[in-house]
């Protein structure tokens, strides 16, 4: 059982890695493992892990790489998510990951994905169409039916279908990582001098870069 102190430090290293070994050494370490990028935010990890892959959160690098050729592809002003995320991949920190989603968080991600397609055409790139009118009876429908594309494009990467009840199991896996998200949200809210912004920061990111299994096994130590 680890300390406190020592999953903060795990997690603090984590999330100052933009190359991102703990997936590359998971992916190492599964037969026929893959691991699929997930812009932020929205994207249906559930499906992901379903389909037995690993979900890792491309959050861009921060002020950890310096930005040499994603300027070349896209513009200087736009945001430094997208700008150093792009670094990643042109850099070859991403050369483990085998698709990439980008979901309508803002209109770079919504571009972004046709600039990524272009730059690494062997990499399969998902771009997640989202209802505009949730308040249409049609919504619900729409949505069910792009996740369906989604699943199915998974299950083509993966070489073997998903059954329901593993789909369910991965719902409740994340299911329970969000509850324990709402708690660790709740301690800072409640009692901030129990675990400061910058420790619950690095919980939030280094767990973007794990299995949801072993996520929620560390997040409900802490």
């Given amino acids: 059982r680890l300390s406190l102190s020592s999953i903060i430090e795990k997690c603090r290293r984590i999330s100052r890695d933009p190359s991102f070994h703990e997936a590359a050494q998971w992916k190492e370490e599964q037969r026929d493992g893959k691991v699929v990028g997930c812009f932020p935010v929205y994207t249906p990890a559930e499906i992901i892990h379903a389909c037995g892959m690993l979900p890792l959160g491309i959050i861009g690098a921060g002020n950890l790489i310096e930005i040499d050729q994603a300027d070349s592809r896209v513009q200087s002003f736009i945001c430094s998510i997208a700008r150093s995320t792009m670094e990643l991949g042109l850099s070859g920190r991403l050369q483990f990951v085998d698709a990439i989603y980008f979901t309508s968080i803002c209109d770079v991600s919504r571009n972004l994905s046709g600039v990524w397609r272009r730059n690494f055409p062997e990499m399969l790139v998902e771009y997640i169409h989202y209802p505009q009118n949730m308040m249409s009876r049609h ?24 059954p329901d009840d593993r789909l369910r199991e991965s719902i409740s896996l994340f299911n329970r990582y969000r509850a324990l998200m709402r708690e660790l949200y709740r301690v800072r809210r409640e009692k901030p001098w129990l675990i400061s912004a910058e420790e619950a920061y690095v919980l939030v990111r280094a767990t973007t870069s794990l299995p949801v299994e072993e996520s929620n096994a560390m997040l409900s130590e802490v």
């Fill in 139 to 162: 919504a619900p429908d729409y949505y069910r039916s792009e996740l369906d594309r989604l699943k199915t494009n998974l299950e083509k990467l993966a070489g073997r279908g998903v």
